[in-house]
């Protein structure tokens, strides 16, 4: 998505920024994994197909992605691919609803995992997507077996609408009120977006 091409969101323990060119061999690497192929439901791609599949990211207006750096490293190295440890993305293909979005959160590096790195990032995600792409309402799709994802959307307020015994996942979604706005917006008082990053 051109929308957030230079945009990046600095968060506490966590900075999101624009899935670049630079950041597609290390991103390759990830999704060799099996595991990762199945609880994102992915197919595996050779380094061309994921070079055009950055390509078509950064073009399609209902894709919008963000690769997650761990603050911590990239702050002391100053090399975001060092310090990448996952991504979150928003999908606008609700044909009935232009206001809603699909999330999707990503924290491959497993030694990143279960340090509150993905809550972190998906708050600040949901946040941009709610200011920035004016969405009133957020899906997830989740396999059956992720369990801990589940039980974080559940802490997001997304409730289970769907569940698909042939694709193992379930579907959930939360409607956007005020009152979980002024929560979320509590939790992300002291991120800063600067739409001014990387811009040549």
């Avoid at 197909?49 to 992605?65: A, G, H, I, V």
């Avoid at 606008?92 to 030694?111: L, Q, S």
């Avoid at 289970?160 to 015994?165: A, D, G, I, K, T």
């Amino acid at each position: 998505m051109k929308k957030n091409k230079s945009t990046r969101i600095i968060g506490q323990n966590v900075i999101l920024v624009p899935y670049k060119e630079k950041h597609v061999t290390r991103y390759h690497e990830w999704m060799k994994s099996p595991e990762l192929q199945y609880l994102t439901a992915s197919e595996p791609l050779t380094l061309a197909e994921e070079y055009e599949m950055q390509k078509d990211w950064l073009l399609d207006e209902k894709k919008c992605t963000f690769i997650i750096l761990d603050k911590s490293i990239f702050e002391s190295t100053g090399d975001e691919i060092a310090a990448m440890i996952g991504d979150t993305n928003l999908f606008f293909n609700d044909m009935e609803c232009k206001y809603t979005a699909e999330a999707e959160i990503m924290i491959a590096e497993k030694e990143y995992r279960h340090k509150r790195r993905g809550w972190e990032a998906i708050l600040l995600m949901l946040r941009y997507g709610i200011d920035v792409l004016n969405v009133k309402r957020y899906r997830v799709k989740i396999m059956i077996v992720n369990e801990k994802s589940i039980n974080m959307f559940r802490k997001l307020n997304f409730h289970e609408v769907e569940r698909s015994e042939i694709f193992q996942e379930i579907t959930m979604e939360n409607n956007i009120n005020q009152e979980w706005k002024d929560w979320l917006y509590l939790e992300t008082m002291n991120s800063v977006m600067d739409e001014c990053y990387n811009i040549k």
